[in-house]
């Protein structure tokens, strides 16, 4: 693979003298434990952090979603606010939750979604138009779901969303009514589909999501798909108008979920011409800027459980196609046409870094910004989007994060100049004024398995000498994925951790993206499996430098962190105590129970598991019960539909019935997400920490 670095200039001849000034007066949060009180648990709620930026088309102005945590009502608030050349302030009140805001292609207007609210309850999420010159905003719709997938027509005459429409089906049975004023149960519901439930929503109301249009004025939206299938995002309106191209499926995408192909519909007819026809998904679309290309992203689905997105270009009529990644060793996303039609804006994970590239038709890739992220608060995995403005020079906003900070807003101009991506928004700055942070380092190591190179970060106790006796205790904190990274970003719960006194290990181990596919394919049918050998390496890569107590170290992580852990405790004892979160225990009953069961037996595993039972259990931790002493915590939402918490009560119960020290945490009403409210991300860093105090070593107190 082959990256050519280029450095991209301000333009902060188009912002002013405004943004200098807050340039200038913004503090870079750096890891200072010597004069500054420690993080506390109720600091997550003083936490905040940008997400979805939204460039102007002349780039001189950036609309975000300036996210907050409300300690009364325990969730998170999202409000709309705009950094442009003399200002930096809000555009949506608190008494609403803002979210994808959309400016219209002269930029005049700005659609979004609110969701408004009475009582500190939702009530219905809305789409609204602020005309920004006048700071007037209206209501344009009255919906009856939670619209998605916004979308401004080219002339700025129309907007597209996508929203689920019930299908409602006649009752199976035939029972009397009940009398009037009467008090019965609630009566059973009938499910003969497929897709049934998933987690974070629960049971879902029977329907398909479909495409609508909307006047710019408002009025009565119009749909435009229909048919047994879902119609999402994101989609894209052709130059003309004319034309949307969306994602749809086969007629078997419930039971082959990663089959998809592009179509055009007309927005006048509802016509569909199908563009793509091959094995595999074909998703994300964005047409040229000259109306003659379409770009997207897919790939030939050869049943991994993580394939690379690769991206395509054809003529709008679906002909000519072809790859121009063919090169570049690295999963793409969001693709955005350069102005000149030359190549493509888009994302991808490297090497524990989110970068920004851009990639043309030819396939050269030119990087242009680093350190994208930091909208997932809790651990450090890979997140973060980006917008480009249409003038010229063309103007990138994007979200940008390191250890010490979560998202920001940061810009970046494409003129060529050579300047460095800037930061325009400090969000945390009060905090971390009045907080000490920890360091974080960054190595390579080789595995002991086979010498293959893994990544790592070390977050190292507040106020860490490495001279320090008694020595430091240490947690292994696992990702999840495992088709997933960690990464250089902020973790709020890696920073408690060390905020505790513990040093803090985690790892890319093999199966983890961002490193190529022959990387993620190290775990094909194999998991876990040599992954282990690259996390037992890495802490002893740590033990080695010499200031970690090699008596206290202790084990956690969620979801595939949650297996690994599990599967851990019952390959070593090296241990002291440890925490699975939301696992997977036995493989052969989580194949039937979770909410995307007809994914995992033809991905994950080479047939259904009632055909071989003797693979699943092979790989389930469940296997190794008979050898944990380590003492372990399970702790798992009771709404979790994709690791569903039977699962952490297998381990629970067979280790009581064994007489290993176990404790088993549920956490109302959350799903596999567990730390969605702040409270959550409280408890369950606390819950670890006590867990892991409670079995440290007689007079050994972090």
Known sequence: MKLTTRHCPSFWLAFGAFLILMLTCVPRAVADGTDRPRLELKD?????????????????????????????TDRQRSQLWQVGAASHLPLTSGESDSSSPRLSPDGSRLAYFST?????????????????????????????????????????????????????RGSLIDVPTKPKGATWAEPPEYIDRIS?????????????HHIFVLPVEGGTPRQITSGDFDHKGPFAWTDDGQLIVSTNRSRDWELDPRESDLYSISVETGKLKRLTDRRGPDESPVISPDGSKIAWLGFDDRKIGSQLNRLYVMNRDGSDRREISTKFDRSLQSPVWMQNNSGLFVQFDDEGHSKLAGIRLDGQVTQLASDVGGTTIGRPYQSGSFSVSTGKPQVIAFTETDPHRPADVAVLSLDGSGDEPKRVTSLNADLFRQRGLAEVEEFWFESAHDGLKIQAWLVKPQWFDPKLKPK??????????????????????????????????????????????KFVEQIHHAYPGH?????????????????????????????????????IVGK???????????????????????DVYPYFWQYWFSDYPWRKPEEYLKRSPLSLVDNVVTPTMLLTGENDHRTPIS??????QALKLRGIDAALVRVPDASHGIVKRPSNLMNKVAYILSWFKMHAPENVDP
Request: aromatic share 14%.
């Open 116 to 168: 408004l609210k009475a009582d500190g309850k939702n009530t219905s999420t809305e789409l609204f138009c602020r005309w920004l010159n006048h700071g007037v905003a209206s209501k344009l719709t009255q919906l009856p779901r939670r619209p998605e997938d916004l979308k401004w027509s080219p002339d700025g005459r129309w907007l597209a969303f996508s929203m689920r429409v019930p299908v409602v």
């Open 44 to 72: 997550v709620f003083e936490l905040e952090f940008a997400s979805d930026p939204q460039v102007s088309p002349d780039g001189t102005s950036i609309v975000y979603v300036r996210n907050s945590f409300d300690i009364m």
């Open 196 to 208: 049934y439930r998933y987690d974070g929503k629960g049971y879902l109301e029977d329907g398909y």
């Open 647 to 652: 699962e952490s009560e297998q381990f629970y």
């Open 531 to 567: 992954d282990y050998d690259d996390l037992m390496t890495a802490v002893d890569v740590v033990l080695k430098r010499g200031f970690i107590d090699e008596d206290q170290l202790y084990v956690t992580g969620g979801s595939g962190g949650g297996i690994l852990t599990a599967w």
């Open 572 to 594: 070593t004892e090296r241990f002291r105590a440890a925490v699975s979160a939301k696992p997977v225990i036995n493989w052969h009953s989580f194949a039937l129970t979770t």
């Open 472 to 517: 430091y205790p240490l947690i292994l904190e696992i990702h999840g994925g495992p088709f997933a990274s960690y990464g250089w970003r902020f973790s709020m719960e890696m920073q408690l951790y060390a905020a505790a006194g513990y040093a803090v290990l985690y790892v890319n181990p093999r199966g983890s993206t961002g490193y190529g596919q």
